[in-house]
């Protein structure tokens, strides 16, 4: 009995309240330590040398063009470019600008629906979930998720208000989504759903319906279509090829598309972690509003994490990831919302998110004392230092043009970070017009036997540096063109 007494006044609410902030505070200090100390890394520099090029030229080169990935992400950083100069710590920073946005967005569509203290612990599930999966690096992901939260939440306003106008609003925001990174189509996707849902619950109408449906997509088509437009005319067809058909065809494990699997974390930790909280409403406030709001979260949930069990990258360490999204979700959903359950769900998400931001932590202190910082600065000096300014210089990675300057001239498409050269029959002949080249250990597995004798023929290695880890290379080594070769 007295057990029961003393679990009867503890506050849980409270309790969870204040660990929420402390969580955000703790995170902000650990975003800022991100920021200021560590190294390029996942697709920052290819975003930063396209930046480049479109600020100094106009348009990003032929040879270049956007890869597998849509080109706002390249479009944004060259209008930050005008404020910030581009570095690593600025790209860091142009990353936390779309992932504070995006905490606001949370933040005030929990306080909206479900009220100040929902809003505080959601923002901290997403911040310590963030860190986690992305560590604050500059990715397409990062604004892609914005805009699509943002067109969510017009659409919420017009499941609200019933005014076509905040339908319309919300189409032309997806299309800013897609635009950022195909996968914002997924957000697109869940409305189309949720209108038939509506259909089948006979709460709408066919046709009104099939209204909506129409009325969203030409509001999607009616940016998109002057946006393909002109790409296609500034890119060509390599554009088509690069954003949808080489993302369709391409070795699975590594798809941006069907197999998005960076983007879907980006949305299970929007989402999913967001579901989390509305769930902590009780049953009988549920019932009564804010039904259809519901119905399209869950939806929308639903269709992430069947896109994220599409991911190759599920079979690796990201299966945990999942799991434990899923666990507590299935906890809020199952409970029968009595005040000793809801007391009992407060602690789990305590523990939770204790728990995954000292994994974070952990994980951010282990990357920095491998020192990769200090590494890029010293292949970057020796780059600088050895290699003449007017050099035809080669590397598949793009960390060395961004932190040297140089130009690249090969076209290439990647399957990152799988990189095929076996394809380009020519590489041997675009030997010939290069003075140097940089090569990673992993792109001697995939650059092909004749292509690495090739290049063996005509270079002479000057220096190899070791365990090089932040973009996965393994080592980087440095080869002059052999004099007479």
Known sequence: MEFKKRLELFNSEKLLLYFSIFILIACFILEIFIILNFPLAGNEAFFATRATYLMEDGEIPNTLHFNNHAPFAIYFLGLFSVFFELTTQTLHLAAFFWEFLTLILIFFISKKYFGTTNAIVASAIFIVFSISFSGTIYNSEYPSAFFGLLAIFFYLLFLEKRNAHYLITSGLILSLSMWFKQPGFLFFLAILIHQLYLFSRKKQSLPQSLKNITLVTLSV??????FLTYFLYHAGWMFIYDLFIFNIVANPAHSRFLIAGKFLRMMVQSFGLFIIIIFGVPAQEKESKNNDLISFLWIASIIFILFYFMSYELFNLHLINLLVIIIPLSMFYFTKYTQNSLRVIRIVLII????????????????????EKFKQEEI???????????????SIHDNYYFLTGFKSTYRYTTVQPNIDLTKFKDFCNYLDTLDYIILTKIQKK???AKNLNCVYSKFTSIKTFENIDATGQGNVEILKRTPHS
């Open 221 to 226: 088509l009616i940016l998109s279509v002057p």
């Open 352 to 371: 939770f998110l204790f728990t995954t931001f000292m994994v974070s932590l952990e994980i951010t202190l282990r990357e920095h004392q491998k020192g």
């Open 380 to 394: 970057k000096q020796y780059l600088l230092f050895e290699i003449p300014e007017d050099s035809a210089v080669y």
């Open 446 to 448: 995939h650059i092909g």
